[in-house]
């Protein structure tokens, strides 16, 4: 059974940077696509940042520079490192997982529509 489970949101000033992290059971890394997701209120579920077998990674443009995806697979854990983070980085923020994940088709798109995700962790950003 897939757990995801994400710490690390809060609130920060514009410029400021905060480091999440997802915990996951019952995920064979090595074959799965892993990443951070969000979803701001009244906007589309966007995929962020994944990392594919702990070193493939790919960013969205709107937060590439900034954004930092890494795991750890001693502890069964993903990293997202923002920084320089801006107001309309404010939203909630998912771990997600692709299980099986044959490498094939736009990873971020793949990752906004899994089906494993995590509860979430909200980041609220001020100006």
């Known amino acids: 059974q897939v757990q995801l489970l994400e710490s690390g949101g809060g609130s920060v000033q514009s410029g400021g940077s905060l480091r999440l992290s997802c915990i996951a059971s019952g995920v064979p890394f090595s074959t799965t696509l892993m990443g951070w997701i969000r979803q701001a209120p009244g906007k589309e579920r966007e995929g962020i940042a994944g990392?594919?077998?702990?070193?493939?990674?790919v960013y969205a443009d709107s937060v590439k520079g900034r954004f930092t995806i890494s795991q750890d697979s001693a502890k069964n854990t993903v990293y997202l490192q923002m920084n320089s983070l801006q107001p309309e980085d404010t939203a909630m923020y998912y771990c997600?997982?692709?299980?099986?994940?044959?490498?094939?088709?736009?990873?971020?798109?793949?990752?906004?529509?899994?089906?494993?995700r995590g509860q979430g962790t909200q980041v609220t950003v001020s100006s």
């Open positions: 997600a997982a692709v299980l099986k994940y044959t490498g094939w088709g736009w990873p971020l798109d793949q990752l906004s529509a899994a089906g494993h």
């Open positions: 990392i594919d077998g702990g070193t493939a990674t």
